[in-house]
């Protein structure tokens, strides 16, 4: 049977005050590792996604608050970007650690990064699709999602693509391809397993935690509809 519950207002919300903590403490991380970056155009850029999702989560957390699964997420993959604009990728301390231990000759953090791209971005298009009742049926759902997930990737391939004709040579801490032919190749395909992955492993919690936020606006004209997670 389908499960329809409905959502307390944003002012009662129990977790604010995770949340708040959780968003000072990546304006804290953005600041810090601004401070002395090792190319610092590169984390500015690197880090940009961050500001970006900080600017449009905040004003829109009362009118509609994502999941906790979701927040999650993003808090992750906000700390793995800043990380990667602080060192750059192909500099990351972790990243030779990985190497180390799959016994690699590159820092593999960039593909990090690039399966976080994917596995987030996931879970941001399946709960907006859900919520927004922009699909029918979990096939197509998936297939959606996914489609999201290469597009996201593919833009970002663009600009990074973009970035290196500007600024010619400069872009190497940038690109972080470290030499390898097949890096936009393989970022993609790191995207796409990360998306996999996450409709795999997430998408039951996902269902259950949306069907617990419960009414979203109809994209149409702003009413509310009830979220139905039932298959």
Same mark, same amino acid.
């Given at each position: ?11 009662? @919300? ?17 600041? =810090? ?18 500001? $970006? ?7 829109? +957390? ?8 979701? =927040? ?6 906000? /700390?793995?970007? $800043?990380?990667?604009?602080? +060192?750059? !990728? ?9 190497? @180390? ?8 953090? @960039? ?44 833009? +970002? ?5 973009? /970035? ?15 030499? +390898?032919?097949? @890096? ?39 009413? !509310? ?7």
């Amino acid at each position: 049977m389908p499960v329809q519950l409905h959502i307390p207002h944003p002012m009662t @919300d129990q977790r604010a005050p995770v949340l708040l903590v959780a968003t000072a403490a990546l304006i804290v991380l953005l600041a =810090y590792s601004g401070l002395r970056p090792f190319d610092r155009p590169t984390w500015a850029l690197e880090v940009s996604p961050v500001a $970006i999702a900080l600017a449009i989560m905040i004003p829109t +957390y009362r009118r509609f608050p994502l999941t906790s699964l979701l =927040y999650f997420w993003i808090f992750l993959h906000s /700390v793995v970007l $800043i990380v990667g604009g602080a +060192y750059t !990728y192909a500099r990351v301390p972790f990243g030779f650690m990985l190497a @180390d231990w799959f016994n690699i000759d590159r820092n593999p953090y @960039d593909k990090v990064g690039h399966f976080f791209q994917g596995f987030v971005p996931a879970l941001v298009a399946r709960e907006i699709l859900l919520r927004g009742c922009f699909v029918n049926g979990r096939r197509m759902l998936n297939f959606l999602v996914l489609c999201v997930v290469l597009a996201v990737s593919a833009t +970002y391939e663009l600009i990074e693509w973009a /970035v290196a004709e500007m600024i010619g040579q400069g872009a190497n801490e940038f690109l972080a391809t470290q030499g +390898y032919a097949w @890096d936009t190749q393989s970022d993609m395909l790191m995207a796409l397993i990360g998306g996999a992955l996450a409709l795999v492993c997430l998408s039951r919690l996902h269902d259950r935690q949306i069907a617990a936020v419960g009414r979203s606006p109809h994209p149409a004209d702003g009413r !509310y509809s009830t979220i139905s997670t039932g298959v």
